[in-house]
């Protein structure tokens, strides 16, 4: 039914969306204070503002880039009706795909490396996509890296479309019209640093593009995991998912970095640990890459002098739910070295501070408790029972 013909049915105006598409954006800006309570005090640090795009319908970031490249396909002609989708991905841009795809009549085919959680899998199965698993210790070139794999399948599918997030221009451009002014105007125009996690690098470069044509001397953190090249390591493989590339994809523009942050496995996931006990944000293992660099980026200007009214923005790109097999599954972790927290400054740092800040509070507490007690004891009161707390 026509939209306008609809409204007329009804005595009062009702909010809604018409799609699930129209939901995906507008993320919110939320303040990070226990995960760098360990860094300084907190009038002499910076504002740290989390951007939480996993609150997007599909749970991640990449909900941004699906809806969009599909359209843009449309237009050129390159997705015709009834056709496939063929892309490979660590799971949250085949959501994405997935979402719009369904609502478009298009069928899915993702291929995935073998390392992504198996929640990924099963997710994007139950959008009704097909998926595809290869092996992670592969080179790029090499025909079993999902990469090839996709070519493959891409070329031997019927009317296929593979979108190629990995040099599609649509995936830079779409945070350089959304994302980047969603911090800006959330910001007041205030953001003096962005930081970001580099996988595709389309993110980064898109957000970093639009807010810096805004203010020059914006100040790009990139977060990198080792065994990535975007920081100049060796190709090596990595368990963080989501971030990081053993080759540079068109849609990264490196010259929009100040500095990158390289980040070990062990201390991502701990920080993203730290996040979901700390601030109550359930998020993935890129995340805690993203608050390693952020914390960086924090503890230098706290040791300059110069946090105090300087904004950090860090973009936290995904949902924790997509990791409960890995992330948090505490053997899963001691199977592949990675329990102890202990490594992590995110993790064990503000731990400390906030456990001091919560011990002071039970302190302060009983200690108020026995003096209330003296008190009514000297005005010949029966005496408090003391009790125990948490």
């Known amino acids: ?113 073998d390392k992504q959680a198996e929640e990924k899998q099963a997710l994007l199965r139950a959008y009704g996509a097909q998926v595809v698993v290869c092996p992670t210790d592969v080179p790029p070139e090499s025909p079993d890296s999902y990469y090839k794999t996709a070519e493959r399948l891409a070329h031997e599918t019927p009317g296929a479309w593979m979108p190629g997030q990995y040099w599609n221009p649509e995936n830079p451009r779409t945070h350089e019209l959304t994302t980047g002014p969603e911090i800006w105007r959330q910001t007041g125009g205030n953001v003096t640093h962005l930081v970001a996690g ?53 849609t990264i523009d490196t010259s929009l970095v100040d500095r990158w942050v390289r980040v070990p496995d062990r201390e991502a996931f701990a920080a993203a640990r730290s996040l979901a006990r700390l601030e109550g944000i359930l998020a993935g293992e890129s995340s805690g890459t993203a608050l390693v660099a952020a914390r ?34 505490d053997d899963w972790l001691r199977d592949h070295g990675l329990a102890d927290e202990r490594a992590s400054g995110a993790a064990a740092a503000a731990a400390a501070a906030a456990a001091a800040e919560a011990g002071a509070e ?12 003296r008190r009514r004891a000297r005005a010949g009161a029966e005496p408090v029972k003391r009790e125990a707390r948490a």
């Open 1 to 113: 039914m026509h939209p306008m013909r609809l409204a007329s049915l009804f005595d009062a105006p009702m909010d809604y969306a018409d799609t699930v598409l129209d939901l995906i954006g507008d993320t919110p800006l939320v303040r990070l204070r226990r995960v760098v309570a360990d860094l300084g005090p907190e009038e002499a640090q910076p504002l740290l503002l989390a951007k939480l795009e996993m609150l997007n319908p599909g749970g991640s970031v990449k909900d941004r880039i699906g809806v969009r490249m599909i359209e843009a396909a449309e237009r050129s002609g390159a997705l015709k009706p009834g056709g496939t989708i063929v892309e490979p991905t660590s799971g949250n841009t085949g959501v994405g795909l997935a979402i719009a795809a369904n609502l478009r009549g298009y069928r899915c085919i993702f291929v995935m490396a």
């Open 198 to 250: 580099a996988g595709t690098g389309g993110t980064l470069s898109g957000t970093a593009r639009f807010l810096r044509s805004k203010r020059p001397d914006l100040v790009v953190v990139g977060g990198d995991t080792e065994g990535s090249v975007f920081s100049g390591d060796t190709p090596h493989p990595y368990l963080t998912e989501g971030v990081g590339e053993d080759f540079f994809p068109e």
């Open 296 to 329: 960086e980026a924090v503890r230098s200007l706290v040791e300059t002098g110069d946090g105090r009214g300087k904004v950090v923005v860090v973009i936290l790109p995904d949902t924790g739910r997509n990791y409960l097999s890995k992330l948090f599954n």
């Open 362 to 373: 039970v302190d302060k507490a009983v200690s108020a408790l026995g003096a209330r007690a």
